[in-house]
């Protein structure tokens, strides 16, 4: 994996948050933290990670739903790489099932707390290829672009 990639860490526990700080930058990531969904948006724009790890349910006014759902429908960062992490397995007994609740949360990878952490090491860059992947065009997709744009 790159050295250096910049990181946003959005999640309402501050523990977890000084945790995944910590760990992230002695593995040389640029660590940026927010414990609330508002300011994590906020970040976002203003950083530009090249991945965000983000909690799913915090007990602020945006959730991780509202904070992957504004990231995912604005352009800029529509492909930026999100790796949901939650404890909502622990707490609810729900868990997150991807084809039924692609409705309403999208990440490219998804971990349940708690996360190992050097596994998260190979989640981040497994959340990097599948972003990678869903910016790339189909090759008959760019054939028409190309054949009408004349």
């Known amino acids: 994996m790159e050295k250096g990639l910049k990181v946003v860490v959005v999640d309402d526990d501050r523990d977890y948050l000084f945790t995944m700080?910590?760990?992230l930058k002695r593995n040389d990531f640029e660590v940026f933290t927010s414990d609330n969904?508002?300011?994590g948006i906020d970040l976002i724009k203003?950083?530009?990670p090249d991945v965000i790890l983000l909690d799913v349910m915090m007990e602020t006014l945006f959730s991780g739903y509202e904070v992957c759902k504004a990231v995912r429908s604005d352009p800029e960062f529509e492909f930026t790489p999100i790796v949901g992490i939650s404890g909502i397995g622990d707490e609810l007994?729900?868990?997150f099932e991807q084809?039924?609740?692609d409705k309403y949360f999208t990440p490219d990878v998804f971990v349940e707390k708690p996360v190992d952490k050097m596994l998260l090491m190979d989640i981040i860059s497994q959340a990097i290829?599948?972003?990678k992947a869903r910016k790339k065009k189909p090759e008959w997709k760019k054939d028409i672009e190309e054949k009408y744009s004349e």
């Open 99 to 101: 084809y039924r609740d």
């Open 129 to 131: 290829k599948k972003a």
């Open 93 to 95: 007994g729900v868990k």
């Open 21 to 23: 700080e910590t760990f």
């Open 37 to 39: 969904g508002k300011e």
């Open 46 to 48: 203003s950083k530009r």
